[in-house]
């Protein structure tokens, strides 16, 4: 889940009162999101700096800064904006803004034409224009950080898309969307004084740049790069890379160009469609959005972004049906408006809200604004309903179901086992499924190499410790007695758990099996100690006692007397 | 022995005029023993009262390892004042002369005491002698203290801040006859043996009193892991709650079932390699039910039943990628799959048991963990019958204090985080998540439009570390777990 620190006393001023941190923790966990942390620059900057870098420390401001977690599928909330716009709206204290595109009847449109190249790396584009924006430093910082975050979450670290904003006094339109060999570009890159050209400069982010250096693998080694150019062949951005530094925003900014390019053109959109709902709020007509055409390589024409509100069918019988409660049409109505959504009454009902009378149930179609692109279904809506209800005040009710309690036949004859095992002077243990390849094979004496030996291996293990699923349970058992020398011998160890081992029978090409280890370690290898438990277990099983004895000789050497009990548990 | 100590000193006792022994010290030397055992005496006859004690204190300088040198070769002074040739000498000669600690130490004992001096008058300093001979009171003063004689208490002081001498105290004890005095003891006996009721000899017994105070002998049994005590304990909650097991007994999956059924995206962070154990063998899975495969590459892509899906690319290649699973969430998918194919009826699952996550291993975290989930699937059923169950479930754990807070889950719609007020801690906290599975999870696999599932899951490391007060969750699992903490544990009293 996404965290986004934002200044306290700028969100109270947003939402036009203050809070205790108590409150202001009551109201995120009504509405779903959460108080993380309360802190402040110099309070972070301390926690990660040594104690005697008090410079940094000095010049830090002290302001509170809220660090809040917002669900993971709640873009629109990634700034101070957003959050302050849905708690807003949620109180009642705002109207959910009516988003639109600017009136352009007359006017032509920016064009960006797609050449047919970008195909072959980063294939979409969409894009638009926020006109007459105030930033001042917060809103500044505030834009910056929502793109930044946008990259972490929902354009995956830039794969999906990139987002690049840039300054309309410093290039013009039409714009070029193109691909093209990296010698070819050269520019001077965001934050540079030099020109760079691309190849180098992929390499230099590589060498020098720990922020940079991870989204280079997108492009690297492709033959083209994407690039975006204006009508003087200025370069805006060499996405999902970096800007050029010609086009840069700043304070003084008053039109800003933002371009979206992408792998996934659902996401683009919504990329494109959050910073514009976000930040139109700071435009010379707040709200409005000046669209742009984008001529995709195969000539036709699109206009970007697209923020009519979606109409869902949402009946309101579904709705209390599946909330157990019996809202009339109005109150849904109200409760969806405070999660930003409008309810247009079906006929029937409206008629019905307007005699007073009770609604018969209707479908109702709810219009989802451009930022609630986590709304995909009515089920989205009718727990937007359930928040504004708030999840603590509908009715509890045991559901009628009838069924029959069951344990797992396998499951069952384990906890008896266990039981007896335990009752027969053994302690159990309860190591990991995971474990390395020398571990599960060499250090058994078990070449993973034999014939019917191998084990499910993992590709991408963060440690050795993890590299295979154990396929026997001694191993472990025999690393607890290591990590238990101080304990005092004799020690009677065992554990009842699965193993897993290959078997092409199966859809996933794997099965577990259940085993039973039982461990022994004394001054002496004490054989008989072991024999007659391995009888009893039989017994307790009552299964025919099969030879247990390993001619390999692998079991039983030196001060360890081990039985590895495999047959009597397989269901 | 320690009778025939007992039997001396217990006569003693009973011959002296006034009862008592002045000292013990003299009565060990008298009888020819060791104070020590002596003292043994002294303390076991105490305890039962037929003794009084008093302690008496002693002390006495005692010379260090330092000073028992001295005492036979002379003090350090002595010796480099020998060393010190009539016309002088440069202390770098000096100290090659004689060893290390002899020469810094007699350097500044012989000019504290003025016998020699350092003359710089002609460039490199020399050592020279101020007078023209001495006599070694150090040694003499350590031969007085080795003999037990008193020093006048400015030689002792000096001595004591050279460390030469060391104050050594001992105890020994008047001993007078005490309540219990008799000149025979007579022995308690420990334990009623069956010996004694058949003769008879109790009546006459003295017995020991018991000692409630005093740790057990340890029980030699086996010991289950406080872990799967607990896992025990909630399998008995589920199945009294009419809940019926499911087969979890398969780590391994397919992205398919871990993930593509439960209307989790292909792009989701939760499928990068960083969160997920993905399989190099057996790498990928072949075998799907077809029809409901491109059912739910349908509804991924362009959604369907009501819903506006992802807008995106399915592929097949993602969904095969095998894994370790994530959940045990995979093993529910499946068994509601199964249900719609026998003909829908109502169903109530649970399961407990591990899964992996390729995270960092740290306080809180493991590689792997059991997860408990338990879902109910029926006709009707609302958000209400959801959070009645979960009263009821953690009502039984032991926890009757619930709040739910919104929160986001790609498969259920809505969902809740679980928080419950511990008493034990004094603070609500997080305990479990919930919700009710999305449509777009169960049409396509062709269960009844109004058949609802409400589910809700927990890990089960959490609670156990809170019911038994573990801090770091890799002393309750894995190989590395002390065999003292598995035994020492007590039941599961878990809501009881």
Redesign the interface.
């Known amino acids: 889940?996404p965290i986004v620190g934002v200044n306290r006393d700028r969100l109270f001023e947003a939402l036009g009162r203050k809070y205790t941190d108590e409150e202001f923790d009551q109201l995120c966990?009504?509405?779903?999101i959460?108080l993380d942390d309360v802190t402040s620059e110099r309070e972070m900057i301390r926690k990660e700096l040594s104690k005697d870098d008090a410079s940094a420390l000095s010049e830090a401001s002290e302001d509170v800064i809220y660090k809040i977690d917002i669900?993971?599928?709640?873009y629109d909330m990634l700034c101070l904006e957003g959050i302050a716009r849905a708690l807003n709206i949620f109180k009642g204290r705002l109207e959910a803004p009516q988003y639109r595109l600017a009136d352009m009847k007359g006017k032509p449109l920016l064009q960006l034409v797609v050449k047919p190249e970008t195909a072959l790396i980063r294939p979409y584009v969409v894009a638009a224009v926020l006109r007459g924006v105030t930033f001042d430093a917060t809103r500044y910082t505030s834009f910056i950080d929502l793109q930044d975050k946008l990259h972490q979450?929902l354009c995956?670290q830039r794969s999906?898309v990139a987002i690049g904003t840039h300054d309309l006094a410093k290039c013009r339109g039409p714009f070029s969307y193109e691909a093209l060999p990296p010698a070819d570009i050269s520019f001077v890159p965001l934050k540079q004084t030099q020109k760079f050209r691309a190849d180098e400069l992929m390499e230099h982010y590589l060498a020098n740049d720990q922020k940079l250096k991870k989204f280079v693998p997108l492009i690297k080694d492709s033959l083209v790069y994407p690039a975006i150019y204006d009508a003087d062949r200025t370069l805006l951005s060499l996405p999902p890379i970096i800007n050029g530094a010609a086009t840069a925003i700043s304070l003084e900014t008053r039109d800003v160009f933002i371009e979206c390019t992408a792998t996934?053109?659902?996401?683009a959109k919504v990329v494109l469609n959050t910073v514009c709902a976000m930040f139109a709020e700071y435009c010379a007509q707040p709200y409005v959005v000046e669209p742009v055409e984008v001529i995709d390589s195969f000539g036709e024409s699109h206009v970007y972004p697209d923020l009519a509100p979606?109409q869902?069918?949402v009946p309101l019988d579904y709705i209390n049906?599946?909330?157990?409660?019996q809202l009339e049409p109005s109150t849904v109505a109200k409760l969806l408006r405070s999660m930003q959504l409008q309810v247009e009454l079906s006929s029937a009902a409206a008629a019905a809200a307007a005699d007073g009378s009770s609604s018969s149930p209707g479908s109702d179609l709810v219009s989802v604004p451009p930022t609630r692109s986590?709304i995909?279904?009515?089920?989205?809506v009718?727990?937007d309903v359930?928040?504004a209800y708030g999840?603590?005040n509908?009715?509890?009710?045991?559901?009628t179901?009838?069924?029959?309690?069951?344990?797992?036949p396998?499951?069952q004859l384990t906890?008896l086992l266990?039981?007896e095992?335990?009752?027969?002077?053994?302690?159990?243990?309860?190591?990991?499924?995971?474990c390395s390849r020398a571990e599960n094979f060499d250090a058994m004496r078990c070449p993973e190499s034999a014939p019917g030996s191998?084990?499910?291996?993992?590709?991408?293990?963060?440690t050795a410790?993890?590299e295979v699923?154990r396929t026997t349970l001694l191993p472990?058992a025999l690393?607890?007695i290591?990590?238990?020398k101080r304990?005092p011998l004799p020690?009677?160890?065992?554990e009842l758990s699965?193993v897993?081992l290959?078997d092409a029978e199966?859809?996933?090409?794997?099965?577990?099996e259940?085993r039973l280890v039982v461990v022994h370690c004394g001054k002496a290898s004490e054989f008989e100690v072991i024999v007659p438990d391995d009888l009893a277990h039989y017994q307790v099983l009552n299964v025919p006692r099969e030879g247990s004895s390993d001619s390999s000789g692998r079991m039983l050497t030196g001060a360890w007397g081990v039985l590895s009990f495999n047959q009597a548990t397989r269901s | 022995m320690a009778a025939d100590i007992e039997q001396a000193l217990l006569q003693q006792l009973a011959d002296s005029a006034d009862g008592s022994i002045p000292d013990s010290g003299d009565f060990a030397t008298a009888v020819s023993q060791d104070h020590l055992k002596v003292v043994g005496v002294i303390k076991s006859l105490e305890a039962a009262e037929m003794i009084t004690v008093e302690d008496i204190s002693h002390s006495r300088f005692v010379l260090t390892s330092e000073a028992q040198a001295y005492l036979s070769a002379g003090s350090p002074e002595v010796k480099l004042f020998n060393a010190v040739p009539a016309d002088g000498i440069t202390l770098a000669q000096l100290k090659s002369q004689l060893p290390g600690d002899v020469s810094d130490v007699g350097f500044k004992q012989a000019m504290q005491q003025r016998w020699v001096a350092l003359d710089k008058a002609a460039g490199e300093p020399r050592v020279v002698r101020k007078v023209d001979s001495v006599t070694d009171g150090a040694q003499a003063q350590l031969a007085a203290v080795a003999a037990g004689n008193e020093l006048p208490k400015a030689e002792a002081d000096a001595l004591k801040k050279r460390k030469l001498i060391k104050l050594d105290t001992w105890k020994t004890y008047r001993v007078a006859k005490g309540a219990k005095f008799a000149t025979q003891r007579k022995r308690q006996a420990t334990e009623l043996t069956s010996e004694m009721i058949a003769s008879g000899s109790w009546r006459s017994k003295e017995f020991k009193p018991f000692n409630f105070n005093s740790m057990g002998l340890p029980p030699?049994?086996?010991?289950?892991?406080p872990?799967?005590k607990v896992r025990?304990q909630y399998?008995k909650i589920?199945?009294?709650?009419?809940?019926?097991?499911?087969?979890t007994?398969?780590?391994?999956?397919?992205s398919f079932w871990n993930f593509d059924s439960l209307f989790q995206p292909q792009?989701h962070?939760a499928r990068d390699?960083?969160d997920t154990?993905?399989?190099?063998?057996?790498?990928a899975?072949?075998?799907?039910p077809e029809d409901y495969l491109a059912r739910v590459k349908a509804v991924h892509e362009h959604?369907g039943?009501?819903?506006?899906?992802?807008?995106?690319c399915w592929k097949r290649s993602e969904a095969q990628k095998?894994l370790?699973r994530t959940h045990t969430t995979a093993v529910s998918s499946r068994m509601l799959y199964k249900l719609a194919q026998e003909g829908f009826k109502?169903?109530?699952y649970f399961s407990i048991d591990?899964v992996?996550r390729?995270e960092?291993v740290d306080r809180t975290h493991?590689?792997?963990f059991h997860q408990v989930e338990g879902l109910?699937c029926?006709r009707?059923?609302?958000?209400?019958?959801l959070?009645?169950?979960l009263?009821?479930f953690f009502s039984r754990l032991g926890m009757k204090e619930l709040?739910?807070?919104?929160?986001?889950n790609p498969y259920t719609?809505?969902?809740?985080e679980i928080f419950g007020y511990s008493s034990e801690l004094g603070k609500w906290m997080e305990v479990g998540n919930s919700g009710?599975f999305?449509?777009?999870m169960l049409q396509p696999m062709g269960l009844p439009p109004d058949v609802?599932v409400?589910a809700w899951g927990l890990s089960l490391e959490r609670p156990t570390m809170i019911l038994y007060g573990i801090d770091n969750i890799r002393d309750l699992?894995?190989?590395?777990?002390?065999?003292?903490m598995?035994?020492s544990n007590p039941i599961c009293r878990m809501g009881l």
């Open positions: 889940m966990f009504e509405y779903g959460e669900p993971a599928n709640r979450n995956r999906l996934d053109l659902t996401k979606r869902i069918d049906s599946r909330l157990g409660l986590d995909l279904h009515a089920c989205d009718m727990e359930a928040i999840y603590n509908l009715s509890k009710q045991i559901p179901t009838v069924t029959q309690g069951r344990e797992l396998l499951n906890e266990r039981q095992v335990a009752l027969a002077g053994y302690t159990e243990i309860l190591t990991w499924a995971l191998g084990a499910v291996a993992i590709g991408n293990p963060q410790e993890f699923c472990s690393k607890t290591a990590a238990n304990e020690l009677r160890l065992f699965d897993v290959l199966r859809d996933v090409g794997a099965r577990n259940r | 030699s049994g086996g010991h289950l892991h872990l799967m025990s399998r589920f199945v009294a709650m009419g809940f019926q097991e499911m087969p007994n398969n780590y391994v999956e397919s792009q962070p390699a960083h154990f993905f399989l190099t063998s057996p790498a899975s072949d075998t799907f959604g039943h009501g819903s506006a899906g992802y807008g995106y095998n370790l109502p169903a109530k591990r992996f390729n960092a493991l590689a792997e109910v029926d009707g059923l609302t958000l209400g019958h959070i009645a169950t009263q009821e709040r739910f807070k919104p929160a986001f719609e809505p969902s809740m009710m999305r449509p777009e609802n409400i699992f894995g190989h590395k777990v002390s065999l003292s598995v035994k």
